[in-house]
């Protein structure tokens, strides 16, 4: 049987279902119908208190409206209105609502200090629960916040585009969160308080800011719509509040009309929504013919095609858009993603309109583009104005074209707004590269005298002539004569005609002529070769305006290229180059050799760029030259110098100045010759009256070593007899005798050698060989006397063929960086006692083929040269380097140099440098210790036996110039210098010794 169905209970269930269900539905309406009444609440009090600010209120009452609305509409403590003192650029508290305390009110803080100063900076709107615990705020007036007990609150920025003019803010005395509508809520009274303050500023500054005020409007106006299309999907039975939101957009439509600046605007599908009347009035088409339709470009374009709007709304790249509107077209400098152009419209009006139009997006709150909005600026007359101006200009510089002289038209402020063709011509820049910027082509170090001549042309209108200098676009600096005129335009100022006239070729011209004829007239004053070049070598440099000039010659004798006339500015360059002497073997590693063979001409200007490297001739120099001009110099067509000039001071060299030194070498070359001449001659006369001196001096020197050790001798005999006189004088006076009669024939060769120097040159080294060679059988004598014939005879006869006989010397290969530090410490012992530093700087090098004696005695001799040549304090190096397969061994002393005279007869043998008593107590090493003269005549024959080159180069001291000048022997002592240095630096001898490598067996012997 089955069981009865319970429909009361289920009739029940349901039924109480139902009814939760309803309770839920209720609850879900009554919180939605509170929503609902709360944004109805807003949009009620935002449009009260948009109809009141638009009202004819005056700036105070309407943001008295503002803070009282907003207060009322979010609810809070207080609200107030803070705005910028442009002047003072302070903030300031204007208007409040709730405010207590009359030290907030009196709240003026400086520009971006507080929150405010956050806010306006940053155009963002900020909430803050706790105004004293937040760390992102400077707290410039926490003493007024504190005494009016604000804790929680917002602030938004009032601001029209990019321009703050104020903020808005609402706080509460207790702690509160607000949140993101809240502060959405603030932003749009803050908007419209904005909108206000910028009217009620200035009338001006609204038609400026129209356009960004605009976009603001419809902005706020498209996010108002779009709120209320949402109220109405979720309250759609609420029609009356859709109808308020209607009525809103109809007023924000209307204050849109009212604008004076014609203005539409689309929406996303590019449907016209607004129209205004000033659009009206400049297209001619009513707003009803478009709004609601895509017809925006038929007020512009004979057919269908997208205006820049449309552009906006399909966000189309801004080089798309550029095809469209040409060079009429840029982004805009103040609103993001907005674009303006200008361009020619022939079918408004009668006979087309130029316009100026902006278009901008409108876009929501989360930033999507909603629509754009586009403004139009009549601008014919302006550019009517342009265009009549421009064939007014036109008209004038025809004419100026064809002026002969570079020609220029500046503006007030120094800008160029025309050059003609002529100044094109002589200073190279262009219109194109000019217009609206300043020429730079004032020289360095005329800016005050351009300053002056333009106060002068400012005072009196005019400036007939003046003459100056000015750059080429090339930098060629150029003589000019300028005039200038101020040009008037309706009695006021308006510009400046320069004019000017390059006189360069003239004035230059004229300066050659004078220096040539100066140089004419002034060459016989110069007889003597050196003066006259040194004369010529100035007058280069000084006429091409170079740092140095210079005039090379040819030693025909040693085949070696010279520069013995050289003026530089650089003293100590223009010293190293007197001292230059290339030999012809190594001519091609100058340019100066190319000049000699060809006699044309060669010009430099930028070393750089010439491909080729010049070592020699840099090393000698002590530098590169930056450039240079080169000319040969003939006589009787014959090359026989070359003149230069070196680094021009300002621009390049060129083909006038290649003239210049031509026509200079020209007029220069016979008085060259001809001095050339006359120096050989006086030369030649001082070698001759060199060689008496040298053949006195050695006479003297001879008799000092031969006289003063016989006259020792005899008077040594006379002790001795009067010591022997005790004794039988058959015993000791026939050998007394012999010793007598010895030494009396000693001195009687030394007579003869006294007049065959006089009479006969003999080389002083066969004459010693001769007199030892005759002494040697009468000292043996002596010494048998003595001690008889035995062993000691021997012993003696052993000792002189040691000292005087012939040697036999076998060369060996030897290592010479090796064999100096080996010989070096040899010697270190007998100079212990001077102080002078020896360094050496010796690099491994190919063996060398020479006797171990005749290297060591031509060392050693080098070295004590150099030790007895130097002060002490002084520094002497030595070195050894590769010269290709050769081997070079070199001895430099910084020490007092060498006279040029004794230079020539170093090498004779006999000779010395010093004068014989001033070194006659010395011993070797001294300083100024001196010598028989005979050591470097014997490594000159040596040089000739085993087969390397001997060389001396010497700089005698600038300070004891003269050879019987004395050098005080220590730096320190020396009053000419201060430091070692200057020692170092004034003079000094090098001797080099080149020595053949050793290629292994089969070398040749020595000669």
Known sequence: MEKPLNTKSADYNTLKQQVEA?????????????????????????????????????????????????????????????????????????????????????????????????????????????????????????????????????????????????????????????SQSDLDTLFLIGNLAAVEVSRQQTHEGLKEAHGELEQRVQERTAALAKSNELLKQEIAERKRAVEKMRQSEKRLSEILDGTSIPTFVIDQGHVVT??????????????????????????????????????????????????????????????????????????????????????????DREGNVTGAIETLQDITKRKQAEAALRESENRYRKALEFAPYPLVVFTLDGRVSYLNPAFTQVFGWSLAELEGKKIPYVPPGLEQETS???????????????????????????????????????????????????????????????????????????????????????????????????????????????????????????????????????????????????????????????????????????????????????????????????????????????????????????????????????????????????????????????????????????????????????????????????????????????????????????????????CSDELQTLVAAHTGEGPVVERVRSSIEALFGPKALAPEELRLDEFVHENLDRLRPAFSHREVEIFTRCEPAAPIFIPKDVLQKVMDGLIKNGVENTPDQGKIVLRVQKRGPDVEFQVQDLGVGITNEAQRRIFEGFFTTQETLSYSTKKPFDFNAGGKGADLLRMKVFSERYHFRIHMTSSRCRYISEGTDICPGRISLCRFCRRKEDCYDSGGTTFSLVFPGASGPGLPAPA
């Open 22 to 178: 309803l309770k839920k539905q209720v609850s879900g309406l009554q919180r939605m119908e509170k929503k609902n009444y709360q944004q109805l609440r807003k949009f009620q009090v935002l449009y009260d208190l948009a109809i009141a600010i638009t009202s004819e209120g005056n700036l105070k009452t309407n943001l008295q409206v503002v803070v009282d609305k907003s207060r009322h509409l979010l609810g809070t403590d207080t609200a107030y209105i803070a705005l910028r003192d442009e002047e003072r650029r302070e903030v300031f508290i204007y208007r409040v609502s709730g405010i207590r305390t009359e030290t907030f009110r009196k709240i003026r803080l400086p520009f971006g200090e507080g929150l405010g100063g956050s806010v306006a900076k940053t155009g963002r709107g900020y909430i803050i629960d706790n105004y004293f615990t937040s760390k992102t705020l400077s707290h410039k007036a926490a003493d007024a916040v504190a005494q009016e007990g604000l804790i929680s609150g917002m602030a938004v920025p009032m601001q029209v585009g990019q321009k703050n003019l104020g903020v808005l803010y609402a706080f509460d005395r207790a702690k509160r969160h607000f």
């Open 274 to 363: 607004h129209c205004n009347k000033a659009f009206e009035n400049l297209t001619g088409i009513a707003a009803e013919e478009i709004i609601g339709t895509r017809k925006q470009w038929m007020s512009f374009y004979p057919q269908k095609r997208p205006v820049m709007a449309d552009f906006i709304i399909d966000q189309v790249p801004g080089t798309e858009i550029a095809n469209h509107y040409a060079h009429g077209y840029q982004a805009s400098p103040v609103i993001d993603g907005a674009y303006e152009a200008e361009g020619f419209f022939p079918s408004l009006g009668n006979e087309g309109k130029w316009l100026f139009f902006t278009a901008a997006p409108l876009k």
């Open 452 to 774: 002056e001549s333009i106060r002068q042309l400012f005072e009196d209108k005019v400036l007939m002539r003046h003459e100056t200098r000015r750059v080429t676009k090339d930098g060629l600096i150029l003589d000019v004569i300028l005039r200038a005129a101020v040009i008037s335009d309706d009695q006021e100022r308006s510009g400046e005609l320069v004019i000017l006239r390059d006189v360069t070729q003239e004035k230059r011209i004229t300066r050659n002529n004078q220096a040539l004829l100066r140089i004419s007239m002034a060459l016989p004053e110069y007889p003597d070769l050196e003066d006259l070049l040194n004369y010529v070598s100035k007058e280069i440099k000084d006429l091409l305006e170079a740092e140095g000039g210079a005039v090379i010659l040819l030693d025909e004798e040693k085949q070696e290229i010279l520069f013995p006339g050289v003026a530089y500015d650089d003293t100590s360059t223009q010293q190293r180059m007197k001292g230059i002497r290339i030999p012809a073997a190594h001519a091609d590693e100058v340019v100066v050799s190319k000049v000699m063979k060809t006699g044309e001409p060669v010009i430099v200007n930028d070393t750089a760029e010439v491909g080729k490297s010049y070592p020699l001739r840099d090393r000698m120099l002590g530098y590169s030259p930056r450039n240079f001009v080169q000319v040969a110099a003939k006589s009787s067509e014959r090359i026989i110098g070359v003149l230069c000039a070196i680094n021009k001071k300002e621009g390049r060299f060129d083909q006038t100045d290649v003239d210049l030194l031509t026509m200079i070498a020209g007029t220069v070359a016979l008085s060259i010759e001809n001095a050339r001449f006359s120096n050989d001659l006086k030369k030649a006369y001082t070698e001759v009256s060199s060689m008496n001196r040298a053949k006195d001096k050695v006479f003297h020197h001879l008799s000092h070593e031969l006289k003063t050790p016989v006259t020792v001798l005899m008077g040594s005999l006379d002790i001795l007899e009067k010591v022997l006189a005790a004794s039988p004088r058959e015993w000791w006076a026939p050998t007394m005798e012999r010793a007598r009669r010895g030494l009396q024939r000693i001195m009687e060769i030394q007579y003869q050698v006294e007049d065959i120097i006089q009479d006969r040159p003999q080389k002083t080294h066969d004459l010693l060989t001769h007199l030892l060679d005759e």
